[in-house]
């Protein structure tokens, strides 16, 4: 198309109502300035005097919000025009416009373009009432800004304030969990002291003492582990989850005792080998099996199996116990998240031992999955991939 014909067209978009003769002007006091992808024909901040109109290409108009974030705000084509406060006062320019496609632009200085006001009153006049229009458009546009600042800025005061109150949360549970066992192993180690236990009395409260202890040393890991977790992944090794699984039951059977509850464990034969970190599999299993004994109050039988399909080694544990409202199905996964009282019967913990399971299946590329009826009982399903998942297993540190 004939340059003279593209400038006519950008000028009668850019300022409607200039006679063609009197827009010739403009031509006459600018310069034609190709420009290629890529580069910036403004740059945001810097002192510059210079008034574009885009003839041909396309530009785009960003600005940066934040340190690190370089928002898009429009983009422009042929008979738009940019920079134009530029020729009203000494301001930094508002934005960097930078050249998307090849470009060819009509560059018009400060002084050319009062030149250009003084010859022609239709130009002042259309300039006047497009700069007013651009101006209130920036107006809205900083308003706009403004608003999403804001909604940026309450945003992060929630999130502050939701971490506050998971911190007082953290230290109230922690604070409560550490004195009960504390204050009673305290007490009697002092009739034990005052000579005021012997033979079987002594060896009980020596037993209950041994207890509280025991509560406070498995409380403590299980802060660490999270933090641990929090951390770092362990390298995986090939680990057996029908020993894993057998060994999780082992440790958690005083509980099944105490509560009169029978179980059952059916390990299929010929597992593979899994990648995975044998320690922490382990405790993710004794949480999930220690939580069937624990609200399985009235007795009853808890059924552990473990077996394969083509894709996933899987672990079941079925529970007869007190089972878990549907509201609440989704909370079991929370941090400090516990059921502490039911029908009578009062249950020990913090919530840790769930979202301990959760986290670390998930970070073996597995999945957890729980299905509930109140009153009649609870099944946790555990399915390990045969074939993990590519970022299985692999080391990761976060940032401190």
């Given at each position: 198309m004939d340059r003279d014909i593209i400038i006519q067209k950008?000028?009668?978009k850019a300022f409607p109502g200039i006679p063609e003769e009197e827009s010739s002007i403009l031509v006459t006091e600018g310069s034609f300035e190709p420009h290629q992808p890529g580069a910036r024909l403004t740059i945001e901040g810097n002192i510059e005097h210079t008034f574009y109109i885009l003839l041909e290409g396309d530009v785009k108009v960003t600005k940066m919000m934040n340190a690190d974030e370089d928002r898009l705000l429009k983009y422009l084509g042929p008979g738009d025009f940019f920079g134009e406060m530029a020729l009203i006062h000494e301001a930094p320019r508002a934005a960097t416009i930078t050249?998307?496609?090849?470009?060819?632009?009509?560059?018009?200085?400060?002084?050319?373009?009062?030149?250009?006001?003084?010859t022609s009153p239709s130009i002042a006049k259309a300039m006047v009432r497009e700069v007013s229009r651009r101006l209130r458009e920036n107006d809205d546009m900083a308003i706009e800004d403004l608003r999403l600042k804001a909604s940026e800025l309450a945003a992060a005061y929630h999130q502050l304030a939701e971490l506050e109150r998971a911190r007082r949360e953290f230290l109230t549970t922690i604070a409560h969990e550490l004195r009960t066992p504390l204050a009673s192993a305290s007490g009697y180690m002092q009739i034990i002291n005052l000579g005021m236990?012997?033979?079987?009395?002594?060896?009980?409260?020596?037993?209950?003492?041994?207890?509280?202890?025991?509560?406070?040393?498995?409380?403590t890991n299980d802060i660490l582990f999270l933090q641990e977790m929090d951390l770092i992944l362990s390298d995986f090794e090939p680990v057996d989850i029908g020993n894993i699984v057998t060994s999780a039951v082992d440790a958690e059977k005083k509980i099944a005792e105490e509560n009169g509850v029978g179980y059952k464990l059916n390990i299929a034969p010929n597992l593979p080998d899994l990648p995975g970190d044998a320690k922490s599999l382990e405790r993710a299993f004794r949480a999930i099996i220690n939580n069937a004994f624990k609200f399985s109050i009235n007795g009853g039988e808890v059924s552990i199996t473990v077996d394969q399909n083509p894709v996933y080694v899987w672990a079941a544990v079925?529970?007869?116990?007190?089972?878990?409202?549907?509201?609440?199905?989704?909370?079991?996964?929370?941090?400090?998240?516990?059921?502490?009282?039911?029908?009578?019967?009062?249950?020990g913990g913090v919530g840790l031992g769930l979202p301990i399971a959760k986290q670390v299946i998930e970070q073996h590329g597995g999945q957890i999955e729980v299905k509930s009826t109140p009153g009649e009982g609870t099944t946790f399903t555990i399915r390990l991939r045969i074939q993990p998942l590519e970022n299985a297993g692999k080391k990761k540190q976060n940032s401190p």
């Open positions: 950008a000028l009668k050249a998307i496609t090849d470009v060819s632009v009509l560059a018009i200085d400060k002084e050319a373009f009062d030149r250009a006001l003084n236990m012997e033979g079987e009395t002594l060896k009980s409260g020596l037993g209950t003492v041994a207890r509280n202890i025991d509560q406070i040393v498995s409380l079925r529970d007869s116990g007190i089972g878990i409202p549907p509201d609440v199905l989704n909370s079991i996964w929370e941090r400090f998240w516990r059921t502490e009282e039911y029908d009578g019967h009062l249950f």
